[in-house]
């Protein structure tokens, strides 16, 4: 019977934390590992970090730092096409394991994430840093720590010395939804701008299925160029989806 009561002891403990993180959340994370459809394989286990603390509606947080753990599904390489099938379903920090279903928002180079966290112009003398000014992936601008996020001459959100705070809106050029499961709460959106959606700076990779439909969780990247390669650094943000029933 103990084994028997501590799994399901287990099994309510993921149920419960599965619902304490709402559908439409924002996980915005670093990749911690290159992405290469010619050395990874179907089962390799993959990870990325959560790079700004991640606010919940019960009041409690989830902290920078966290691990968001998956797996490669598939890799394919048919004739000068590389596809790379990939799932992100589990997220872990402190003593909490956490099963989520996620799909993938947006994708940023290594190098677009450094430069969104770059700021454009140095301080003046006794200026903090943390005052500068930030262009995001997406191109809206984060001013300071304290200060606004702006989207052309509209206040989007708030920035932050680690990130910015922002309600994700909808980009119909690149066919991405804004708020999901009535979720219109400020989302850590780390360096990118409320709108970004897409690949952004990674040379001819692009989004051919975000895990949002069946197969739900599965996200796919495909490159054109005979090689698909994604730099490990490169930034993602995946959104926890609504739970099947």
């Not at 390489?77 to 947006?106: E, G, H, K, S, W």
Request: aromatic content about 4%; charged content about 20%; some cysteine.
């Amino acid at each position: 019977m103990k084994p028997f009561l501590a799994c399901l002891l287990l099994s309510s403990t993921l149920a419960f934390a599965q619902d304490a993180i709402p559908a439409g959340t924002i996980l915005a994370a670093q990749l911690n590992h290159s992405l290469d459809s010619g050395k990874v394989r179907p089962g390799q286990k993959i990870s990325a970090r959560l790079m700004q603390d991640v606010p919940l509606a019960s009041g409690k947080k989830i902290p920078a730092g966290a691990k968001i753990l998956g797996e490669v599904v598939k890799v394919q390489t048919d004739a000068n096409v590389a596809t790379v099938t990939m799932r992100f379903d589990t997220l872990r920090y402190r003593n909490n394991t956490i099963a989520i279903q996620t799909n993938l928002r947006a994708l940023a180079s290594l190098m677009e994430v450094e430069d969104a966290q770059t700021p454009k112009t140095g301080p003046d003398r006794g200026t903090p840093w943390t005052w500068n000014t930030r262009l995001l992936v997406g191109g809206e601008v984060a001013y300071g720590d304290g200060g606004a996020v702006m989207h052309g001459s509209d206040r989007v959100g708030e920035a932050l010395a680690d990130g910015v705070l922002v309600p994700v809106t909808a980009s119909p050029v690149a066919r991405c939804r804004g708020e999901i499961a009535g979720n219109a709460n400020p989302q850590a959106l780390w360096v990118f701008s409320s709108d970004a959606c897409g690949v952004f700076g990674v040379e001819n990779v692009r989004i051919v299925h975000a895990g949002r439909t069946a197969p739900i969780g599965e996200i796919v990247l495909a490159s054109d160029a005979g090689n698909l390669r994604v730099q490990s650094g490169s930034g993602i943000l995946l959104r926890v989806g609504v739970p099947a029933s």
